[in-house]
């Protein structure tokens, strides 16, 4: 079974500075797909980054990276620059299983708080 | 399209009645979700569609609990005889690919007092 692990229960970084939300991840599927999803007070899931099991580089989407590390079960996600609109729910979630499985298992959270 | 509508927002209701949820798509979208997400936890996954087939349940997916996809279109979610421990952020997602993720309604927020 999978699972997903953010330790982070809240964060509060300065506006500007850059942030690293941490991530593991648990599953003995060789392929895998790995997510961040932002959720703002609104409650809508707004997806950020996906990074694959077999991708060779690390996925960039703008402001966001994501620092995979495959042997260590790591897939930590760092907004650079952060900005006051950046404060919200933040999620990490995987997709894996048998061809086909299409469900996302998600982690705890971390609450992002940035300050002026 | 302007993404995934979920309707109402809010929903308060009594212990013991009958609510339903309904989930717009996207229209190219051939695959649906539904998620629970109670205060301080991220979603769960309770079931998914491929058109109008509903091909997964969660075990969270009580009796209490159906979902239809009748045209392969929108959806809904029933609960019956709702209890306190439903309260939660009902999430629709829809998806062409699962590779890439979901996009994610606004969801359905339900209180039952």
């Known amino acids: 079974a999978q699972k997903i692990t953010q330790t982070q229960p809240g964060m509060f970084v300065q506006e500007k500075e850059a942030v690293t939300l941490d991530c593991t991840y648990d599953t003995s599927d060789p392929s895998y797909g790995l997510f961040w999803y932002k959720q703002p007070s609104s409650g809508e899931m707004i997806f950020l980054i996906y990074q694959g099991s077999y991708d060779q580089q690390n996925a960039t989407e703008g402001r966001y990276s994501l620092n995979f590390q495959k042997a260590r079960k790591s897939a930590n996600l760092v907004i650079s620059a952060s900005q006051l609109g950046d404060s919200a729910m933040y999620f990490c979630a995987m997709r894996g299983g048998p061809q086909g499985a299409q469900k996302l298992v998600f982690g705890q959270g971390t609450r992002l708080t940035i300050n002026p | 399209d302007t993404g995934v509508s979920q309707n109402p927002r809010h929903k308060i209701t009594k212990r013991g009645q009958n609510v339903t949820f309904r989930c717009d798509p996207i229209s190219e979208h051939n695959r649906l979700y539904w998620y629970r997400q109670t205060l301080g936890q991220g979603p769960e996954f309770l079931t998914y569609f491929q058109n109008e087939a509903q091909l997964e349940k969660s075990r969270l997916l009580s009796d209490r609990f159906s979902a239809e996809r009748p045209k392969g279109s929108f959806s809904t979610l029933e609960i019956q005889r709702t209890e306190q421990g439903d309260s939660a952020m009902y999430l629709c997602?829809?998806?062409?690919?699962?590779?890439?993720?979901?996009?994610f309604g606004s969801g359905t927020r339900l209180t039952v007092v």
């Open positions: 997602a829809s998806s062409l690919n699962i590779l890439y993720g979901y996009t």
